[in-house]
């Protein structure tokens, strides 16, 4: 199962981070017309806002560093572009039944491998395939950590993705009613 059209953006480190990239190729695949270097500047406003901080530091709930990114990448995509998306947590192996046998992509944060330890990424999920997620990983692909940089139809084991952004993990889908 793969959801076709989804377009591959990948991270550049001076402009476009993860999280950026995956706005970008999530919005392109819901139809918004707009560079990576302008989301990227859009997200990271956000990011540097005094409203994103204000709302960190007086939120009851402890923010994981992908929570974060995701909840950043949700206020730009709904806020800047009119793209109505929603965050919350769920486990990995039911995003395939529930959101990809529907056509919808999702979004992931998490601790990706890179040599010598692990780095902050965000991904998007866009098909499965018996026990593995087919995702576009701006990065490029984790399973050498990092040495390959084309990310695209990256095939990820289902038990490593789930080390990685955790069994029970918080995703950034579009809503639906």
Known sequence: MLIEGIPY???????????????????????????????SDGYWEIMSSDRFREGILFSHERLESGSISLWCAAKYLNEKLGIPVTTF?????????????????????????????YVQNS?????????YAIVNDPKGNALTCYSERMGENMMYPTMLVEQWVGKRTE??????K
């Open 9 to 39: 953006t990948r991270q550049s480190s001076d402009v476009v981070c993860s999280t950026s990239a995956c706005i970008h190729m999530f919005a392109t695949f819901y139809g918004v017309s707009i560079s990576p270097e302008a989301v």
């Open 89 to 117: 947590t769920t486990e990995v192996d039911k995003i395939y039944l529930t959101y990809i046998k529907r056509r919808i992509p999702i979004i992931v944060a998490g601790r990706f491998p890179v040599t010598g330890g």
């Open 123 to 131: 991904v998007i999920i866009k098909g499965y395939a018996g026990n």
């Open 171 to 176: 995703i950034l889908r579009i809503s639906t």
